[in-house]
């Protein structure tokens, strides 16, 4: 190939690779935040669908009434019902002290289903998919050559990597919140005797977790698809379970495991066109693996926060 | 109100605390006077940690009032209680191993929402100084010794500036040098307007350091005496509810044969790191070698790898003869050895009858045309419930029975067999006086016998009244190996890492 061809192809990987992230940094920022409050939060995958969905019922409703800033009300309506799911999931692990696995995976179940059965409520079952206009790319650097046109990005993907996560990295090693969210997260005991409510900062923790992991999936449907499908969130939360560990629970690392992921997304992506003789399910499990491969190199001897997957009680 | 100066720091009235049908605190009065230093004596389950928990906010009293400095107050949970000045050290220490000593301290005593951490590291450094408390505020607690959390504990409490410092057992897991240094620091802070509460059952360790001693037996006050005019048998009498004897010790019965023989064992723990650096060490019959050392040091891995239960990555052990280098606990028990592990409840089945568990090491000696034998299991249990004077039947669920009782019932299963080697650890741990007399007593008959028993315990006290010689250990290094009647100061240094010189 000439130099030209792989300017365009490298071009091509890299505003890719940014744009797949862009719903993994979300979601598993919202995922280190719950996990280091100590709350292994599996429901994350239904929470990215019902992000997903409800963003996109209520932009398109309020698109179809005329009102011109649905997408952003979209946005917001996602973000209710991830707190909602992660109020949910507090109700179940933090104040019952349920299994955090098993009602993690109810929430999943839950969310999934939900998703499913409102689209049919709302949308009926047209031949048509239901469709909005989504979010545009824009580009930072304008027109110019090269950076111009990877960085033609949504601005949900620029607030994800220059605002959410140094605020998020922030807020967890530099303000108090933070500080009570890795307490409360690492020795319950501790914190509680502190004067540090535990239960409180639990559900803090949860609900962020849930907003950030609703955007996550609305992006999917408000800016990269404009429109909801069934297979839309495809497994990219049990990819945001593992990005945490692998990342040791901490945001910026969470960020570089999302860009991995997103790098090899994209690059299989353009694989399955230079035709290979091999069948394109072989490609598209490509990120999963090298998402399994990170997490057994990376993830071994984790320091798991001290608290996870235990519920906390006074004696 | 001007008498209100010369009210006392606490006074609780009356307090009842139940757990179900258990009183823990029946109708307790206590008060702390100001600048005082006051003991709270008593046995495990006296009520000791209950009544200063409900001090602290961390339980609720069924009845009773408490007043601060003459003021009556609810406290619903420790953010009041620190609000009124009250700190507390519990026995786990309440510290996030993962963060800064700094970031430990100032947890839950925040403003705002910004940390501010190079301030408050400032700040905690000053208060350090001033408390004359030495710590690095940037050190993360995890690489910390014992000794030196319970000082960022401590710093924690008074950095919220408590006037009135509660202590549960402080001095449990720290060398003998590092109890000098904490009293010396409690004098300090005495001296500069502190009162402090001092839960402790050792005697020795309440005359040396409290100014007045409340005693608790079944959840009562039994009296409250200055300790200037009491000695260490009235008290004691008062914990126990009658004269203590002690164990007494007879002669050596030390032979020269060495029925357990440890040729530089290395183990690894659990993170993988080494815990155990070429242990050497002997045995003889009739011999109780006791392996003293701060809690961590190697002492868990030591008695796992002894026990069958973790792998050696080198050395060799010989018990009686047979070869048992990562031979399984099945081989241990062949070659002789028995085992009293640290952690009762790991060593019996909990929600098994006394019975099945006196039979579950041997079970193949409980059978018949290849099935279990019940009535031969339960004839066999109440045999050994007889000659061990144990308090519970054969059909009881062995969860259900006291730490006492259920240590006898681990006694009685192995001890029954006459063990060429015993491997003990911790055998008195959360015992009350009764058990651990009765406890000490039979190692002491195993050692007449002719054992050759290693006795593992964090309780100094335990190792220099039971020891015919005592190895330390350190980090997984066998300091050296000195007799029982050792200076105390000596072996405190070689429980510190100092090397025999």
Request: net charge negative.
């Amino acid at each position: 190939m000439d130099q030209a061809v792989w300017l365009t192809f490298l071009v091509g990987v890299l505003a890719a690779t940014l744009r797949v992230a862009t719903p993994l940094v979300w979601a598993s920022i919202g995922e280190v935040y719950t996990e280091r409050a100590g709350i292994l939060n599996l429901g994350i995958e239904g929470t990215m669908f019902l992000g997903a969905f409800v963003g996109f019922a209520v932009a398109a409703r309020a698109s179809d009434a005329g009102f011109g800033g649905y997408l952003w009300l979209g946005l917001l309506a996602a973000m209710a019902a991830g707190v909602l799911m992660a109020l949910l999931m507090g109700l179940l692990s933090v104040t019952l002290g349920v299994n955090q696995h098993v009602s993690g995976l109810g929430v999943t179940l839950l969310g999934i289903a939900l998703s499913l059965f409102g689209f049919r409520l709302v949308f009926g079952e047209s031949s048509v998919l239901p469709s909005v206009e989504p979010f545009g790319q824009f580009s930072i650097f304008g027109d110019l050559p090269i950076v111009g046109q990877v960085f033609k990005q949504y601005l949900l993907t620029y607030i994800a990597f220059l605002i959410l996560v140094p605020v998020a990295w922030w807020v967890l090693y530099r303000s108090s919140f933070g500080l009570n969210v890795r307490a409360v997260g690492e020795n319950p005991e501790a914190a509680d005797a502190a004067g540090v409510d535990v239960y409180r900062t639990r559900y803090a923790a949860l609900a962020i977790g849930g907003a950030l992991m609703a955007v996550g999936g609305a992006f999917l449907s408000l800016a990269q698809l404009g429109a909801f499908s069934p297979g839309i969130i495809a497994g990219r939360g049990w990819v945001c379970i593992a990005l945490v560990i692998f990342a040791r629970w901490d945001p910026v690392r969470a960020t570089l495991g999302a860009l991995l992921f997103g790098a090899v997304f994209a690059l299989q992506l353009r694989l399955q066109t230079l035709g290979f003789d091999l069948p394109f399910e072989a490609f598209l499990a490509l990120p999963y693996l090298v998402t399994i491969l990170a997490l057994a190199i990376a993830g071994r001897n984790a320091p798991y926060p001290g608290a996870y997957l235990k519920p906390y009680r006074r004696e | 109100m001007s008498f209100s100066i010369a009210s006392p720091a606490v006074e609780m009235r009356h307090i009842t605390k139940r757990f179900g049908p258990v009183i823990a605190n029946d109708s307790v009065d206590f008060t702390l006077e100001r600048q005082e230093i006051h003991a709270l004596l008593g046995e495990n389950g006296a009520g000791k940690t209950t009544l200063m928990r409900i001090l602290y906010g961390l339980y609720h009293a069924d009845d009773g009032e408490i007043r601060i400095k003459g003021e009556p107050v609810t406290i619903h949970s420790p953010k009041d209680a620190i609000a009124r000045g009250i700190g507390m050290v519990t026995q786990h220490f309440a510290l996030a191993a993962p963060l800064s000593v700094t970031e430990n301290v100032i947890l839950g005593y925040t403003e705002g929402f910004r940390l501010g951490l190079p301030d408050a590291r400032l700040r905690v450094a000053e208060a350090a100084q001033r408390f004359g408390i030495l710590v690095d505020p940037e050190a993360l607690v995890k690489d910390l010794s014992v000794g030196q959390r319970q000082r960022v504990e401590i710093l924690k409490a008074l950095y919220r500036n408590a006037d009135v410092l509660i202590l549960d057992e402080p001095t449990a897991v720290l060398t003998p040098q590092e109890v000098e240094q904490l009293f010396e620091g409690l004098r300090r802070l005495q001296a500069q307007g502190l009162s402090v509460v001092f839960i402790s059952h050792k005697l020795h360790e309440v005359m040396d350091i409290t100014d007045r001693v409340t005693v608790l037996r079944g959840g009562r006050v039994v009296g409250v005496v200055p300790t200037a005019h009491t000695t260490q048998s009235e008290l004691a009498r008062m914990m126990v509810g009658r004269p203590t004897y002690g164990v007494s010790k007879p002669d050596a019965a030390r032979r020269e044969d060495v029925l357990l023989r440890l040729e530089n064992v290395c183990a690894e723990d659990n993170q993988g790191l080494p815990a155990l650096k070429n242990v050497s060490l002997n045995v003889h019959a009739g011999e109780i070698l006791g392996l003293a050392g701060v809690s961590g040091n190697g002492q868990r891995e030591l008695a796992q790898v002894l026990e069958g239960v973790r792998s050696c990555t080198g050395g060799r052990v010989i018990a009686n003869g047979h070869d048992i280098t990562n031979a399984g606990p099945d081989k241990v028990m062949a070659a002789g050895v028995g085992r009293i592990p640290e952690d009762r409840h790991e060593s019996v089945v909990a929600e098994m009858t006394v019975a099945q568990n006196m039979a579950l090491e041997h079970l193949d000696e409980f059978v018949r045309n290849g099935m279990l034998d019940k009535r031969r299991i339960r004839e066999h249990a109440e045999a050994l419930i007889e000659a061990y004077q144990i308090k519970a039947r054969p059909d009881d669920i062995i969860r259900t029975l006291s730490g006492g009782n259920m240590q006898k019932v681990i006694l009685a299963r192995v001890l029954e067999r006459n063990p060429a080697v015993l491997v003990v650890a911790q055998p008195t741990r959360g015992l009350d006086v009764g058990a651990t007399e009765y406890v000490r007593q039979k190692l002491l008959e195993q050692r007449q016998r002719g054992a050759a028993i290693l006795l593992i315990s964090e309780d100094l006290d335990e190792i220099l009244e039971l020891s015919d010689r005592i190895a330390v250990i350190y980090e997984g290094e066998i300091m050296g190996v000195v007799s029982p009647d050792v200076d105390i100061e000596h072996l405190g240094l070689l429980m510190s890492g100092v090397h025999q010189t």
